[in-house]
């Protein structure tokens, strides 16, 4: 059984960062690009980071390229995302998402498995 858990997420003030953590389990993770999507209250889900299956390239929409930062630890099994200077527009649900043999920009419908998620909070 394929398990994304998702963890690090929480209520943070404007300016501050988070390091958000996802481990996988059941699957062979270093076959698996890996995504991080938010999905805000009202909103679809969108990417904010994705990385290749050996961590060589990521991906971000221009929107994210800044503030966020994706890494993995295949050892580990393991995908972070290190966000800074989070803004109040930043709340949502965070998940991690698997994509088997997958590139790094590809549609959200490409997605094998995803996280339950973690809540980001940003007060102003």
């Known amino acids: 059984q394929v398990q994304l858990v998702e963890s690090g997420g929480g209520l943070v003030q404007a300016g501050g960062s988070l390091r958000l953590s996802c481990v996988a389990s059941?699957?062979?993770?270093?076959?698996?690009?890996m995504g991080w999507f938010r999905q805000a209250p009202g909103k679809e889900r969108e990417l904010v980071a994705a990385?290749?299956?050996?961590?060589?390239?990521?991906y971000y929409p221009d929107s994210m390229k800044v503030r966020f930062t994706i890494s993995r630890d295949n050892a580990k099994n393991t995908v972070y995302l290190q966000m800074s200077s989070l803004k109040p527009e930043d709340t949502a649900v965070y998940y991690c998402?698997?994509?088997?043999?997958?590139?790094?920009?590809?549609?959200?419908?490409?997605?094998?498995?995803w996280g339950q998620g973690t809540q980001v909070t940003v007060s102003s």
């Open positions: 998402a698997a994509d088997y043999l997958g590139a790094v920009a590809v549609p959200i419908s490409e997605y094998d498995y």
């Open positions: 059941g699957l062979a993770f270093s076959s698996y690009a």
């Open positions: 990385i290749a299956w050996d961590g060589g390239s990521a």
